[in-house]
C-alpha cells in the first residue's frame, strides 16, 4: 500500500449529534473505496493526536467521545482499490472541523422527583432529594442528589 500526505477536502460531509457524547460522521463516498477509517481529534489541545474513531464499509459512522465540550475535528482514510492508472491504494483526506451541536437540555416536569422535606430539629435543618430522569446524557455526578438548607436564628 501506498500511503499519501492528505489531499483535498471531502466531498457532502456532514456531522451531527445525537446525544452529547454520540457523534455521526457521514462523507461522500469515494471513488472505488471499499473500506473507510475514522479518525477523530480535538482542534484546540492535541490537534495531531488522531484517535480511532471506527472503519466502515459505508462512508459514514457513529462513534462516542469522552467531553461534550470540547472541538473535535475528523478525517477520513479510504482504502480504495489497486488502479492501473496509478492511483494510491490509501488516500487520507484534510481534517474537517466537527461543529458543537449539543442537544437542548429540557426537563419536563415528569422526568424530575422530589422527596418531601425532612425537619431535622437536632441539627436545626431541612434535607430533600431529587431526582433527574433523562435520556440525553450529560455528565452529572449521580442520579440522586440533596439539598440541605439550615435554619437562620
Given at each position: 500500500?501506498?500511503?499519501?500526505?492528505?489531499?483535498?477536502?471531502l466531498?457532502?460531509?456532514?456531522?451531527?449529534?445525537?446525544?452529547?457524547?454520540?457523534?455521526?460522521?457521514?462523507?461522500?463516498?469515494?471513488?472505488?473505496?471499499?473500506?473507510?477509517?475514522?479518525?477523530?481529534s480535538?482542534?484546540?489541545?492535541?490537534?495531531?493526536?488522531?484517535?480511532?474513531?471506527?472503519?466502515?464499509?459505508?462512508p459514514?459512522?457513529?462513534?462516542?467521545?469522552?467531553?461534550?465540550?470540547?472541538?473535535?475535528q475528523?478525517?477520513?482514510?479510504?482504502?480504495v482499490?489497486?488502479?492501473?492508472?496509478?492511483?494510491?491504494?490509501?488516500?487520507?483526506y484534510?481534517?474537517?472541523?466537527?461543529?458543537?451541536?449539543?442537544?437542548?437540555?429540557?426537563?419536563?416536569?415528569?422526568?424530575?422527583?422530589?422527596?418531601?422535606?425532612?425537619?431535622?430539629?437536632?441539627?436545626?435543618?431541612?434535607?430533600?432529594?431529587?431526582?433527574?430522569?433523562?435520556?440525553?446524557?450529560?455528565?452529572i455526578?449521580?442520579?440522586?442528589?440533596?439539598?440541605?438548607?439550615?435554619?437562620?436564628?
Open positions: 500500500m501506498t500511503a499519501t500526505t492528505p489531499v483535498g477536502t466531498a457532502g460531509a456532514s456531522t451531527e449529534y445525537f446525544d452529547a457524547h454520540s457523534i455521526k460522521v457521514k462523507i461522500g463516498a469515494v471513488e472505488d473505496a471499499f473500506i473507510y477509517v475514522f479518525e477523530y480535538t482542534i484546540s489541545t492535541a490537534p495531531d493526536q488522531w484517535l480511532f474513531a471506527g472503519a466502515s464499509s459505508s459514514s459512522i457513529t462513534f462516542t467521545v469522552m467531553d461534550p465540550c470540547r472541538d473535535y475528523f478525517r477520513v482514510i479510504a482504502i482499490r489497486p488502479s492501473t492508472t496509478g492511483q494510491n491504494d490509501v488516500v487520507i484534510r481534517a474537517l472541523p466537527i461543529p458543537v451541536q449539543l442537544p437542548a437540555f429540557v426537563l419536563h416536569p415528569d422526568q424530575i422527583s422530589v422527596e418531601s422535606p425532612q425537619w431535622n430539629a437536632t441539627e436545626e435543618q431541612v434535607k430533600t432529594h431529587y431526582e433527574v430522569t433523562t435520556s440525553i446524557v450529560y455528565d455526578s449521580g442520579p440522586r442528589k440533596s439539598f440541605t438548607s439550615r435554619a437562620r436564628t
